[in-house]
């Protein structure tokens, strides 16, 4: 199906791929000034609030960008899903690229949030092995391995090189194989998407300007619970630690690792298992009249169709259809990320500088002695405990 005859929500995949565009470029900056140390990451991520006020306006378009990104993915992902695209046997390849560029823009996150070190970086470092910890087997042996091999330099090539490689080889497959051969090419692809993407970037580009993050302490210090109700894209990792807030042993574990899990293998493979192109709404089926000669077409509609057809004469078929397909995509996209805003609208996603800053006696930026080491704080193997502190940290210290 070309572009130009697509309905507005065909545009999410050209839309994610502009906004990941904008994450490189701005990224692609970000690495000029950034410092891989425990010493000297968030001093030089300070640096550009205090001095390169224009730099540290990009850092927050990239921050904001992430969340759009993601945003723009899944519904993307909401689109193909409720077109069956997965049901044609020539874009089940593209199914399952698309579904496995997931894993790729997650790793983004995690490595993002990290990286400035700030201490909701540092926190959110010591969070992530306890997660792969509960992974059946080989999940101590991981949890053990991510700590001891951690560094700033490490978790910088994963975010700029790794991730970009794979990426873009699933990206080579999911969008520039195909969009290649269109007339026009990926030039006039970016630019029939371009004009769509602009009023993100104005959002994305006022949103920066008007909610940085409060990166000039002890001059500027935030509220302990700065930043709830406040979406960012880190939303989209809490979901799945916050079974943890809530539940305790392998009820957490099932609800925050292993569903998750059943879920995306499922939506990968299952295309594989299922047999025809795309179903139609509307079955024909021939009768035969006493003439051998006649042949008569019934259209044998569903009781939904039944009972809508009233307001689909009222509104004219063209409407109608347009209308319908925004509504079910509307109502999709709330199912989606109205549990993600209800489980994560807490996060006081700006509030650690308020407590971890030189003039409580507590630098942000500096790991504290118990660095990585379980046995001098045993808190930091506790799964729960993270998660109270992260959403709940005028509470549990």
């Known amino acids: ?17 502009l906004l990941l565009i904008v994450q490189v470029l701005s990224g692609s900056v970000l690495t000029l000034f950034y410092e891989p140390d425990l010493k000297e990451a968030y001093a030089s991520v300070q ?20 969340l759009f990104l993601m945003i723009a993915v899944i519904m993307h992902f909401i689109r193909g899903f409720l077109r069956k695209d997965y049901l044609n046997r020539d874009s089940k390849t593209l199914w399952l690229t698309g579904i496995l560029l997931y894993l790729p823009m997650l790793g983004f996150l995690f490595t993002g ?32 391995f991510l700590i001891n091999a951690f560094t700033l330099n490490r978790a910088l090539v994963v975010h700029i090189c790794i991730l970009p490689a794979i990426t873009l080889v699933l990206l080579g497959i999911h969008t520039f194989t195909r969009v290649i051969k269109r007339a026009g090419g990926l030039t006039l692809y970016v630019m029939e998407h371009s004009l769509l993407t602009l009023p993100f970037l104005v959002a994305i580009a006022i949103l920066a300007y008007a909610l940085p993050m409060p990166s000039q302490d002890p001059a500027i210090i935030p509220m302990p619970l700065e930043g709830e109700n406040l979406p960012t894209a880190e939303w989209f990792i809490l979901i799945f630690y916050v079974p943890y807030l809530y539940f305790k042993g392998f009820m957490a574990t099932l609800l925050g690792f292993y569903i998750p899990l059943v879920i995306f293998l499922a939506l990968a493979i299952f295309p594989y298992f299922l047999k025809g192109r795309k179903t139609k709404s509307v079955e024909n089926i021939t009768l035969k009249d006493h003439a051998p000669e006649k042949t008569h077409t019934v259209e044998k509609k569903s009781a939904f169709a039944k009972f809508m057809a009233p307001l689909r004469r009222l509104l004219g078929a063209r409407t109608y259809a347009k209308t319908l397909a925004f509504l079910t995509v509307l109502l999709a996209a709330t199912a989606l990320f109205a549990p993600l805003f209800v489980v994560s609208h807490e996060s006081p996603t700006y509030g650690c500088n308020s407590c971890h800053n030189p003039s409580m006696g507590d630098r942000l930026g500096l790991p504290p002695d118990s660095f990585k080491d379980r046995v ?15 959403f709940y940290p005028q509470v549990v210290w």
């Not at 959110?124 to 042996?141: R, T």
């Not at 001098?376 to 992260?390: A, C, I, Q, S």
Request: aromatic share 18%; hydrophobic share 45%; proline share 6%.
């Open 113 to 144: 949030v990290i990286l400035p070190w700030e201490w909701r970086g540092y926190w959110f470092m010591e969070m992530i092995p306890n997660y792969v910890g509960e992974i059946p087997l080989i999940g101590p042996s991981l949890s053990d």
């Open 47 to 66: 640096y550009l609030y205090n001095e390169l006020s224009l730099v540290a306006w990009i850092r927050d378009t990239h921050r904001w960008a992430a």
């Open 376 to 390: 001098k704080n045993p808190n930091l193997k506790d799964n729960t405990f993270m998660v109270e502190h992260w």
């Open 1 to 17: 199906m070309k572009i130009k005859q697509s309905h507005w929500h065909h545009y999410f995949g050209g839309i994610a791929l």
